[in-house]
C-alpha cells in the first residue's frame, strides 16, 4: 500500500539567539527526508514584473505542508485563527517530540 507522504515542522528559538529556527521533514514510502537549509532573499520587483513565487509544492502536497506548519505554529505558541486544532494538537506535540528526537539523533550522525 502506498502511503500519501507526511510533512513534518519543528520550530525552536535558540536560548541566548536572537532567531527562530525551523526544520521540515517529509515521511515517504518509509522514508524520512529533512529539507535542505534555504536562505531567504528579498528584491524589489520591476514594476509589471511576473515574480514567481517563494516555495512551490505539487498540488497534493501544499495543504499538507500548510497543514503541517499552521500545527507547528500552534506548537511553537502562536495562535492561528482556524477551525479547533486542539484535539490534534496532542498527537502533533507527541509526534514532534518523536521527529526532535530525530532531529538530534540526525544532527550528532550526520558526517
Not at 529533512?34 to 528579498?42: H, N, T
Amino acid at each position: 500500500m502506498i502511503r500519501k507522504p507526511k510533512y513534518s515542522i519543528f520550530i525552536d528559538r535558540p536560548r541566548g539567539w536572537d532567531r527562530i529556527d525551523m526544520w521540515i521533514w517529509i515521511e515517504e514510502n518509509g522514508r524520512t527526508s529533512l529539507a535542505k537549509p534555504v536562505e531567504l532573499e528579498f528584491y524589489e520587483p520591476v514594476e509589471g514584473e511576473m515574480a514567481d513565487s517563494t516555495l512551490k509544492f505539487p498540488g497534493w502536497a501544499g495543504k499538507e505542508f500548510l497543514q503541517a506548519l499552521a500545527m507547528a505554529l500552534v506548537g511553537y505558541g502562536i495562535k492561528v485563527q482556524s477551525q479547533d486544532v486542539s484535539g490534534e494538537l496532542k498527537a502533533t506535540q507527541e509526534h514532534l517530540a518523536e521527529v526532535q528526537k530525530l532531529l538530534w539523533w540526525a544532527l550528532e550522525n550526520r558526517k
